[in-house]
């Protein structure tokens, strides 16, 4: 640009008043944005919070459910509490290895066919619904042999596959090829360049991953509804058992003619809220965390 071009017809020729008007009118709505689906999260989480405050209490995760009861002794959802530790624990167990072992695979091994077709593949399973990966875990292990917690940990795990391959597929991708190739002119194997120089520079993205498939399979109901949903009362730990989880119980319950259970339902509904803006925000911290460490070295 010439020095003329820098003068204020320059600039009038250039349309910069114009250009700055609808810059600052895409920022407004950006902000206005930002700010509804803030209010939006706001006015779920108070409606849910509010209707449920009543059996909001240590009683909602210390005293197991009574069915039938026509007193007005303390009641929980002890038994759901503990069947989704075990069922969505024991699914992260299953996700984890199979996710960034296939990440790894497409990123630093697979030819660039083969490298498309999985990339595809990842790509249809994460959008396939969760009722039916349910019905498929259904006839797959179910029928014949009757549901367990196990199973449903096997239908969650399906779920959080996709997303922990796909986030690790990216953060691998990230990784400089200078590192790769550093380490191979001296000698050092592929498979050992990847494990040692090429997944701890990962790691971050990978727990990030790893925590949003949890925050997003954490409140799946309809996988579990056909493989770990006939259950009792009592809190059970051993997941060769049915199970009860949070998302069944408060679809069992919101189905229930007791206004105490709908309050127990919605009480529910607010802990996996929390604890899904929690998982949220934890992600996001340890991505943060991890940029950093990438940056200072």
Not at 3 to 26: C, E, I
Not at 281 to 292: K, V
């Amino acid at each position: 640009m010439s020095t003329q071009d820098l003068t204020g017809p320059g600039l009038r020729l250039d349309h910069l008043p114009r250009r700055k008007r609808v810059n600052r009118t895409m920022e407004g709505l950006a902000w206005l944005a930002a700010a509804i689906a803030i209010a939006i999260l706001g006015v779920v989480v108070y409606s849910v919070g509010q209707r449920g405050w009543s059996e909001l209490n240590l009683n909602l995760i210390t005293k197991q459910p009574i069915n039938f009861s026509l007193t007005n002794a303390p009641q929980g959802l002890s038994n759901a509490f503990a069947g989704t530790i075990v069922i969505v624990g024991i699914a992260m167990l299953m996700a984890l290895p199979a996710g960034i072992l296939v990440a790894v695979y497409v990123n630093e091994f697979a030819p660039a066919p083969i490298r498309s077709v999985i990339t595809l593949v990842i790509d249809v399973l994460a959008g396939v619904p969760a009722i039916v990966i349910g019905i498929f875990v259904f006839v797959l292990l179910v029928v014949g042999s009757g549901q367990s917690g196990l199973k449903g940990s096997f239908s969650l795990a399906i779920l959080m596959l996709p997303f922990v391959a796909r986030t690790t597929i990216e953060v691998l991708a990230l990784v400089p090829n200078a590192l790769r190739e550093a380490s191979l002119a001296l000698g050092v194997p592929r498979w050992r360049t990847t494990l040692s120089i090429v997944l701890p520079r990962a790691i971050g993205g990978i727990l990030t991953g790893t925590v949003l498939a949890v925050a997003r399979v954490a409140g799946e109901t309809a996988p579990l509804l056909f493989t770990s949903s006939v259950v009792g009362v009592q809190t059970d730990w051993n997941p060769a058992h049915a199970l009860q989880t949070i998302p069944v119980a408060i679809f069992e319950l919101s189905e229930s003619p007791d206004p105490k259970d709908h309050a127990r339902a919605w009480a529910a509904g607010f802990v996996l809220l929390i604890f899904i803006l929690f998982a949220s925000l934890t992600a996001r911290w340890l991505a943060t965390r991890n940029a950093r460490k990438l940056a200072g070295r």
